[in-house]
């Protein structure tokens, strides 16, 4: 079973960056896209960014493209997002999760691609 652990959140002012880092285990890491959504208070779950299993391919909602970079380490089962210039709007749960490739038929952005969910990390910006 695929268990995947975020960690780097926390309460920092507008302005700083941020490493969210979320530790795949269980299958074989590079058998899966990755991607990272959020979810503020009150407010549905929305993409953030996505990785494709080589690393070759990213994806980023339009909020957060040239502020926000994913990434990914195969070799040590992780996938990071380095979040730049935080504003109080990024404030949410983040949630990273695993899309097994020979399933994909969604697209990236898509929650319902993503078969297995991590617990979140709770990123809180202040102004």
């Known amino acids: 079973q695929v268990q995947l652990v975020e960690s780097g959140g926390g309460l920092v002012q507008a302005g700083v960056s941020l490493r969210l880092s979320c530790v795949f285990s269980g299958r074989t890491f590079s058998d899966y896209n990755m991607g990272w959504f959020r979810q503020a208070p009150g407010k549905e779950r929305e993409f953030v960014a996505a990785?494709?299993?080589?690393?070759?391919?990213?994806y980023y909602a339009a909020s957060v493209k040239d502020k926000f970079t994913i990434s990914r380490d195969n070799a040590k089962n992780t996938v990071y997002l380095q979040m730049n210039s935080l504003k109080p709007e990024d404030t949410a749960v983040y949630y990273c999760?695993?899309?097994?490739?020979?399933?994909?038929?969604?697209?990236?952005?898509?929650?319902?691609?993503?078969?297995?969910w991590g617990q979140g990390t709770q990123v809180s910006v202040s102004s």
């Open positions: 999760a695993a899309d097994w490739v020979p399933t994909s038929a969604q697209a990236m952005d898509v929650a319902a691609s993503y078969d297995y």
């Open positions: 990785i494709s299993w080589s690393g070759g391919s990213t």
